[in-house]
């Protein structure tokens, strides 16, 4: 084995599947799973997905985690196609993917655990026990996976645990443990749960200080509460400026309400220039969505020219091009 991981750092495929082979042979599932991961990624090697599966195959039945799961990635996304299995039967893909991933949960991965946690959740392949999900992220959490951790506050929050009522209270520890390893969902989470009171006091600035984390992550609902905390200065310094900015952010990620108040921000030129054509993109394309403002569509019919008008649809049609093109 050390030999076979000395030639993989020198990208020698060859070499290293010579050193394991033997190994593998006898049975052993860590050099299994190693050479079949080298086939699979033909790491110095020609891919050979036959072999891959063959000793990846071999590696699960003897108890090697990540070759489970790795097999039942691979059978999910159908780059293999298990022995017998009809390529084309989606029911049999889906029961096996989900069949090796609780074996891979059972023999200790973290993600296995995660996975086979959201498909009790939602009854992927198996039948739907929020119990069994529970469960699974529980001991996933206990080993400190951010994922497991937010998920099961998730389901204390929706009050799948709790007959339907939601419980922000048993929801929050989990929210903590998992934002705390930088989890922005639960950073997000905290922040909402802060900013409404629920299952705590309203508290402005954890409310900023969360939304803020997760804003760093690029996540839109986090940069539109913590631009409208900050346009009121409500836990954090007032900066209407700063408060553009980040309504930019969100808006530019299709975030309707920020859209929104981005628009009527370059309407009354608060914190940004006032610009009608660029007020009049923003809103035009809220409205496509569905997010309707009667006093805003008031003040564009006394105060917008017919040329800001056109320019504003002009910008909004190349910004649906760019999203389209990404």
């Known amino acids: 084995m ?37 086939y699979l990624d033909g790491i110095g090697i020609d891919q050979d997905l036959f072999e891959a599966g063959r000793w990846l195959r071999s590696a699960a039945a003897n108890g090697e985690p990540s070759a489970a799961f790795a097999l039942a990635e691979l059978t999910s996304d159908k780059t293999l196609t298990p022995p017998g299995m009809d390529p084309t039967n989606t029911d049999a893909r889906v029961q096996e993917a989900t069949r090796l991933y609780l074996l891979s949960a059972t023999n200790g991965s973290l993600a296995g655990q995660v996975e086979i946690g959201l498909r009790y959740a939602q009854g992927i392949g198996v039948a739907q026990d929020i119990i069994q999900a529970s469960r699974w992220f529980r001991e996933a959490a206990d080993s400190n996976s951010p994922v497991a951790q937010f998920n099961l506050g998730a389901l204390h929050a929706a009050g799948a645990l709790n007959g339907g009522t939601p419980d922000p209270v048993a929801a929050l520890p989990w929210f903590e443990k998992a934002a705390a390893s930088g989890h922005p969902d639960a950073q997000y989470n905290l922040g909402l749960t802060a900013a409404q009171g629920l299952g705590r006091e309203v508290d402005n600035a954890v409310a900023a200080k969360w ?40 808006a530019e990620q299709g975030h309707l309400i920020a859209q929104n108040r981005l628009a009527r921000l370059y309407v009354m030129g608060r914190g940004v220039d006032a610009d009608m054509a660029e007020a009049w993109k923003w809103h035009s394309l809220a409205l496509r969505s569905g997010y309707e403002d009667a006093e805003l569509d008031a003040r564009f019919t006394k105060f917008i020219t017919p040329q800001q008008r056109s320019d504003g649809d002009a910008r909004a049609s190349k910004w649906l091009e760019s999203k389209a093109s990404q």
């Open 2 to 38: 050390a030999q076979a991981v000395d030639a993989l750092k020198a990208n020698d495929g060859q070499r290293a599947a010579a050193f394991l082979r033997p190994v593998a042979e006898k049975g052993d599932p860590s050099a299994q799973a190693l050479l079949g991961q080298i």
């Open 211 to 250: 939304f803020a984390a997760a804003a760093g992550h690029g996540m839109a609902d986090a940069q539109a509460g913590l631009a409208y905390l900050t346009y009121q200065g409500l836990g954090t310094d007032k900066d209407v400026a700063r408060a553009a900015e980040l309504y930019a952010q969100a």
